[in-house]
């Protein structure tokens, strides 16, 4: 069973950082690895779900034309809004996903820290909704602390393993280290240094 609602709600209650996102070098770190192994200086449109209090959306917004951020816990979408007030092609909603996956195509979806709370039949259906919300040369983003929680259903490895079987895209870039997993897929495989005409 996926972790529900309540578990996320408890987390805010009475913390706007409860992972101390803007603390802890560990967090940091992992942010501008993950900002840096984007192959495109710029995207359309990027979708991150479990945006929590939108840390890593407010990296993301300077990189794209518009942003939809989302979470299931009330308090993280009002964090986030806050967190975004600067940047008028930032959305932020509350949802519950893979059931409430919102309309629309996205040059970039980031999977940051939270599909390891889902089970493994929500997250294949979030693996159909990805593939299909995907524009035609869109890339998935995934980063997961590799370490075993308490109360999740999957572990990292659980989760990458499954995005690479079911997402039939190729993997263009890894990062892996002890404590985390941070993999880019893409529908258009092309290298940044072809892109740019150096091959």
């Known amino acids: 069973m996926s972790v529900a609602t309540p ?11 409860p992972w101390a996102f803007r603390q802890r070098w560990y967090e940091r770190r992992k942010r501008a690895l993950t900002l840096a192994i984007l192959t495109r200086p710029r995207y ?4 991150e779900p479990g945006c929590a ?13 518009r942003l939809l951020c989302c979470d299931t816990a009330a308090a993280a979408v009002d964090l986030a809004r806050t967190r975004l007030l600067g940047f008028p092609q930032a959305q932020v909603q509350q949802c519950r996903l893979p059931e409430q996956w919102p309309a629309g195509r996205f040059e970039l979806i ?15 259906q979030l693996i159909d909704r ?4 995907l524009t035609a040369d869109g890339q998935l983003l995934a980063c997961h602390w590799r ?3 308490d109360g999740c259903p ?13 997402l039939d895209m190729p993997r263009i870039a890894s990062h892996h280290e002890h404590d985390f ?7 258009d495989g092309t290298s940044v240094a072809t892109l740019e005409g150096l091959r």
């Open 44 to 47: 359309a449109s990027v979708f």
């Open 7 to 17: 578990y996320f709600d408890q987390l805010f209650a009475n913390n706007d950082d």
């Open 181 to 187: 997993l941070l993999d880019l897929w893409s529908r």
């Open 53 to 65: 209090n939108g840390e890593l959306s407010f990296e993301l917004a300077p990189r794209c034309d």
């Open 110 to 124: 980031v999977l940051s820290e939270w599909c390891y709370y889902l089970d493994a039949d929500d997250l294949g």
């Open 130 to 133: 990805v593939r299909t919300a």
């Open 154 to 166: 999957q572990t990292a490895e659980q989760v990458h393993s499954l995005l690479q079987q079911r």
């Open 147 to 149: 370490p075993p929680i």
